[in-house]
């Protein structure tokens, strides 16, 4: 009887004790499912950032708005659309520093900066081309050119230094000028905003001035069978002479693009013509200088390969 009450407790404990074994591995076991629970839900918990609303983007988005609002006024309205198109690019400098400020540089916003500056300047480009038809090639050329350079150079940083460069890293080994180029805040700044001022000149004297633009006097003199010397600025009153409504938007807008002073933007194009001419061997060289990384990668890359084959003699 003794022997059997003592089995009977040697069995409890027992069962006691892989029941405690049973609990402390339920216990550590719903301890460890929920840490690594946790640490699943951690990434998860965190909120997630949208690049797309990011300040600098944000701004980019305001370029964009501006530049399709330019492009509206561009064929009649000359102050409103300059003054727009300004401010576009004027606020190009500004998501720079929103982006160091806010620590939110991003590959998105890099190209969406760069695609925006090519698309607005293209833009101006065909206006002025439509404006002046003898120099059509000029600015066709201008935007092939920038296209290209741009869309090389971009090409062989990816290709030459991987995705984690930027087009802007130039060491001066490969090219001195394109390093203080992309380098220097304020070389780059003062090279982008006086090439828009000259395309923006441009397209003020193509209202303003009948020496650059003779369709200015051409319909009034083919109207009125008077002789109006270039330069001189138009009486408002011969409007009704070629309008059916002197009074209408279009008239008013003709005579006020008539009455422009072409002084400022004769000034302004003379100031900005050095810089943006030295803008555009920059792109020319910029062009060559990738073209050259491209054409080294390929050499690499085809003597890895064994190529050229040897020819086989007979």
């Given at each position: ?13 027992a ?10 591995q ?9 840490s ?8 998860d ?17 305001a370029?964009?708005v ?22 576009s ?5 500004l ?6 400020y ?9 190209v ?6 090519r ?5 101006l480009?065909v ?37 984690d460069s930027s ?15 992309y ?5 780059l ?7 828009e001022?000259?395309?923006i ?5 193509s ?29 408002s ?18 005579a ?8 400022v933007?004769?000034?302004l ?5 050095p810089i943006?001419f030295?803008k555009?061997v ?13 054409a080294?990668v390929?050499?690499?890359n ?10 086989k003699?007979?």
């Amino acid at each position: 009887m003794a022997r059997q009450t003592r089995r009977n407790a040697k069995a409890r404990e027992a069962a006691s004790s892989s029941d405690d074994d049973a609990t402390s591995q339920t216990v550590m076991n719903g301890k460890g499912n929920g840490s690594a629970h946790h640490a699943s839900e951690a990434p998860d918990s965190m909120e997630k950032e949208n690049i797309f609303l990011f300040w600098p983007n944000l701004i980019g988005y305001a370029r964009i708005v501006l530049a399709f609002a330019s492009l509206y006024y561009m064929p009649l309205h000359p102050r409103t659309c300059s003054f727009l198109y300004s401010v576009s690019c004027l606020l190009d400098a500004l998501d720079g520093f929103a982006a160091r400020y806010f620590e939110q540089s991003t590959r998105f916003g890099a190209v969406l900066d760069m695609v925006t500056d090519r698309c607005t300047t293209s833009c101006l480009l065909v206006f002025l081309s439509s404006a002046f038809p003898r120099w059509a090639i000029v600015f066709q050329g201008l935007i092939a050119l920038d296209f290209s350079s741009h869309y090389m150079h971009m090409y062989a940083t990816l290709v030459v230094g991987g995705v984690d460069s930027s087009h802007k890293n130039i060491d001066k080994s490969q090219s001195w000028l394109l390093n203080l180029y992309y380098t220097n805040k304020g070389v780059l700044f003062t090279f982008c905003a006086l090439n828009e001022l000259f395309f923006i000149a441009l397209y003020l004297l193509s209202f303003s001035s009948p020496w650059v633009s003779p369709h200015l006097i051409k319909s009034v003199e083919e109207t009125s069978g008077a002789h109006i010397d270039p330069g001189s600025q138009l009486n408002s009153s011969i409007l009704s002479q070629f309008f059916p409504d002197p009074f209408s938007a279009a008239a008013l807008e003709m005579a006020r693009a008539n009455k422009m002073d072409s002084f400022v933007p004769w000034v302004l194009v003379v100031i900005s013509f050095p810089i943006m001419f030295l803008k555009q061997v920059i792109n020319g060289i910029q062009l060559v200088k990738a073209s050259r990384w491209l054409a080294d990668v390929d050499v690499k890359n085809r003597k890895a390969k064994g190529l050229p084959r040897a020819k086989k003699t007979a």
